[in-house]
């Protein structure tokens, strides 16, 4: 059975510091791995996705990278603004009988101004 | 109306009732989607569907039964739920999918569940 933890749960940086976010993963089968952002009270923003075959993307200021093999992956923030406070959620995606989706249970993020 | 609306936003019942909650959505998309989030659990991804077929069911209890009967209308039937099954179900659309490969979704804002 797929397990997602995430370390740390919560994470409080000074605003410009480079960051890194983990997840971590059980069974390397997987078919791919969203990165999401939750703002309080609201839904799901996705961030970036990593198919099995990739081992990074990129959009802006962040840079998700995947290691099947270690079942990891991570999310780097560059030069962190107040507006990336959020909880920050990975979600493996496995076709294995069936595609299923496990999230991990979420790194809150707190960048003081 | 814009975007994707759900209703009730709130809702309480018992044990024995039968509920059910109802989202729609008005972006012309093509799938949607069912989630949990309980306070102290992680998100759970309940079912996907798309083109009102299932692509995804995570192992959800049978007390739970989704409908999809068009593409704009999602349905979670409830009937014999727990105490446990308390808390804020989201609905979510999105234009496509392909495979498991879930493109950009866009979120009601919640039914916030309780069990008694």
């Known amino acids: 059975k797929q397990e997602v933890t995430q370390i740390p749960a919560a994470l409080s940086v000074p605003e410009g510091e480079n960051l890194v976010l983990n997840c971590s993963f059980t069974d390397s089968a997987i078919y791919n791995l969203q990165w999401f952002r939750q703002d309080p009270g609201k839904g799901l923003t996705s961030l970036l996705l990593i198919q099995s075959s990739q081992r990074e993307q990129t959009s802006g200021r962040l840079n998700a990278s995947l290691d099947k093999s270690s079942g990891r992956s991570t999310l780097y923030i560059a030069a962190s603004q107040p507006g990336d406070s959020a909880t920050y959620l990975c979600?493996?995606?496995?076709?294995?009988?069936?595609?299923?989706?496990?999230f991990g249970a979420g790194t809150r993020l707190f960048v003081k101004a | 109306e814009t975007g994707v609306t759900q209703t009730p936003r709130h809702l309480v019942m018992g044990m024995t009732n039968k509920k059910s909650l109802k989202c729609e959505q008005h972006l012309g998309h093509n799938a949607m989607y069912w989630y949990k989030q309980s306070a102290k659990k992680p998100l759970e991804l309940m079912f996907v569907y798309s083109l009102e077929e299932r692509v995804e069911n995570n192992s959800v209890p049978s007390r739970f039964s989704p409908e999809c009967p068009n593409s704009s209308h999602l349905f979670l039937h409830l009937h014999t739920l727990q105490p446990e099954d308390s808390a804020l179900y989201l609905c979510?659309?999105?234009?496509?999918?392909?495979?498991?490969?879930?493109?950009?979704?866009?979120f009601g804002p919640g039914t916030r569940l309780t069990v008694l």
């Open positions: 979600a493996v995606r496995s076709n294995t009988g069936g595609f299923k989706t496990i």
């Open positions: 979510a659309s999105s234009q496509g999918t392909s495979g498991g490969t879930y493109n950009e979704q866009f």
